[in-house]
T-cell receptor, first 116, second 111 residues
Framework: DADVTQTPRNRITKTGKRIMLECSQT?????MYWYRQDPGLGLRLIYY???????NKGEISDGYSVSRQAQAKFSLSLESAIPNQTALYFCATSDLGPAGVTDTQYFGPGTRLTVL | AQTVTQSQPEMSVQEAETVTLSCTYD???????LFWYKQPPSRQMILVIR??????QNATENRFSVNFQKAAKSFSLKISDSQLGDTAMYFCAQTGNMLTFGGGTRLMVKP
């Protein structure tokens, strides 16, 4: 079974709808992340969480919110979806490395979201 | 702020040959890790190789190796004996408290 899972894998929705993307992990990591990838570009950080009670905004948090329901679960919501939120969304998890900073991030398979 | 720059948007290489992908980064942090991730058409993000910045020895994973030049803040990826399955987007990334990605290099391996 995959260590980091995302649901749904694909979603088509309409402008103005509320959408929730879910992420679960079995790696036992405290740190979880949501990224967005636009075509031909790298990943940009939306939100991150270092433990259940810790939520932080990333580079592009406007229009998004998150919920950390448990160590293993981290959800991303689009309260009112708009077409320029059409993108590939990745969840990732990581541990704290020996150097005292974030170590390798392990990614889910991604959710392709289309907002019409 | 951290920045990661990949100056080669696209590259191609013949099967069985060697190719090097470039990456430079900028950080004020003393402790960090550097990574190369591969994203094939399946869109999965796959870890290729990891380098601990406090180690001088260059990381190696089978056909993949890095040239880590800490003073120059350079972190290039060498792929030896290129295979068709190496065709993908390659992202250089750096962590401090979070991961910062470069813009990617699209690598095409030609038969």
């Amino acid at each position: 079974d995959a260590d980091v899972t995302q649901t749904p894998r694909n979603r088509i929705t309409k402008t103005g709808k509320r959408i929730m993307l879910e992420c679960s992990q079995t790696k036992g990591h405290d740190r979880m992340y949501w990224y967005r990838q636009d075509p031909g570009l790298g990943l940009r950080l939306i939100y991150y969480s270092f433990d259940v009670k810790d939520i932080n905004k990333g580079e592009i948090s406007d229009g998004y919110s998150v919920s950390r329901q448990a160590q293993a679960k981290f959800s991303l919501s689009l309260e009112s979806a708009i077409p320029n939120q059409t993108a590939l969304y990745f969840c990732a998890t990581s541990d704290l490395g020996p150097a005292g900073v974030t170590d390798t991030q392990y990614f889910g398979p991604g959710t392709r979201l289309t907002v019409l | 702020a951290q920045t990661v720059t990949q100056s080669q948007p696209e590259m191609s290489v013949q099967e069985a040959e060697t190719v090097t992908l470039s990456c430079t980064y900028d950080t004020s942090e003393s402790n960090y890790y550097l990574f190369w991730y591969k994203q094939p058409p399946s869109r999965q993000m796959i870890l290729v190789i990891r380098q601990e910045a406090y180690k001088q020895q260059n990381a190696t994973e089978n056909r993949f190796s890095v040239n880590f030049q800490k003073a120059a803040k350079s972190f290039s990826l060498k792929i030896s004996d290129s295979q068709l399955g190496d065709t993908a987007m390659y992202f250089c990334a750096q962590t401090g408290n979070m991961l910062t990605f470069g813009g990617g290099t699209r690598l095409m391996v030609k038969p």
